[in-house]
């Protein structure tokens, strides 16, 4: 996904979320589950001070309470990221850990660094 896309910042959301939740369950297609698992030992290697790494399961896109990836609109305390895949959340997460994430400052982009404004973001997305 592109940074001009409306939905990278729920996007990137996501995956900051997802790399600050300590032992959250991350739901995967069937297809996904080799794929997530290496991102949790990519987790295990970047971020050595976390003990509580997320555990995988199938089911849909996303960590129920935090975000969801495609599907249906979820409660607004979840980051939605309609029409996004595994592959595109996939690449988020390691580029964030690429850069240090959560231990690095600025390192996370736009939207980091204030309070997320769910009910904002979905009236950009035009669905």
């Known amino acids: ?4 896309d409306e939905r990278w910042q729920s996007l990137r959301e996501a995956a900051r979320r997802f790399l600050k939740a300590d032992g959250c369950v991350l739901q995967v297609s069937i297809d996904n589950v080799t794929d997530a698992h290496k991102v949790v030992q990519a987790i ?6 976390k003990i509580n790494l997320p555990t995988i399961i199938e089911g849909e896109l996303g960590v129920d309470g935090l975000f969801r990836i495609g599907g249906d609109e979820p409660s607004l305390k979840s980051c939605w990221v309609p029409g996004g895949t595994y592959e595109e959340f996939e690449e988020q ?21 204030g309070v997320w404004d769910e009910k904002s973001r979905r009236a950009n997305f035009s669905t």
Request: proline content about 10%.
């Open 1 to 4: 996904m592109d940074m001009s």
């Open 44 to 49: 295990a290697d970047n971020i050595p001070s």
């Open 93 to 113: 997460v390691f580029d964030l850990l690429e850069a240090g994430y959560p231990g690095c400052v600025g390192c996370a982009g736009p939207g980091a660094e």
